[in-house]
C-alpha cells in the first residue's frame, strides 16, 4: 500500500476525525472561558475587591534599563489563567460525568439474547415432542 493511500485511511477513521473535531471545539471553548473569566468574571471581582484589575496585577522584578526591558512577574493573569482551568476542567467532568451515566445505564439496560440456530430450535421441539409422549429425556 502506498504512502498516500496508507495515510488516507488512517485520517479517515472515524477514531482520528471525532479528535479532529473534539480539539476544534475544544480550541474554541477555551476561547469562550477565556473571555468569560476576562469579560465578565473577573470585572465584578475586581470591583467586589475595591477596583482591582487582576489583569494588571503584577510584581516588577527589575525595571527596565537602557534597551533591556523591566522583568515583570504578571501574578494577574496567572490568576485568570487559574480560572480558566478551573472551567474547563468543571465542564470537562460534567461532559465525562454524564457520558458514563449513558454507558451505565445502557450496561443495565438487559440485552436480548441472539436468535437461536435453526438445528438447535429443532433439537428442543424434537425433546418437546418426547416429553409430551411420556418418553424419559436426560
Aim: hydrophobic share 55%.
Amino acid at each position: 500500500m502506498g504512502f498516500a493511500k496508507e495515510f488516507k485511511t488512517f485520517a479517515m477513521r472515524g477514531n482520528v476525525m471525532d479528535m479532529a473535531i473534539g480539539i476544534v471545539i475544544g480550541a474554541a471553548f477555551g476561547k469562550i472561558v477565556t473571555s468569560l473569566v476576562n469579560d465578565v468574571i473577573m470585572p465584578p471581582v475586581g470591583v467586589l475587591m475595591g477596583g482591582v484589575d487582576f489583569s494588571s496585577l503584577s510584581v516588577t522584578l527589575k525595571a527596565a534599563s537602557g534597551d533591556a526591558p523591566a522583568v515583570v512577574l504578571k501574578y494577574g493573569a496567572f490568576i485568570n489563567t487559574i480560572i480558566d482551568f478551573l472551567i474547563v476542567a468543571f465542564a470537562i467532568f460534567l461532559v465525562i460525568k454524564g457520558m458514563n451515566s449513558l454507558k451505565r445505564k445502557q450496561a443495565e439496560a438487559p440485552a436480548t439474547p441472539p436468535p437461536l440456530p435453526v438445528q438447535e430450535m429443532i433439537l428442543r421441539d424434537i425433546r418437546d415432542i418426547l416429553r409430551s409422549k411420556g418418553e424419559k429425556i436426560l
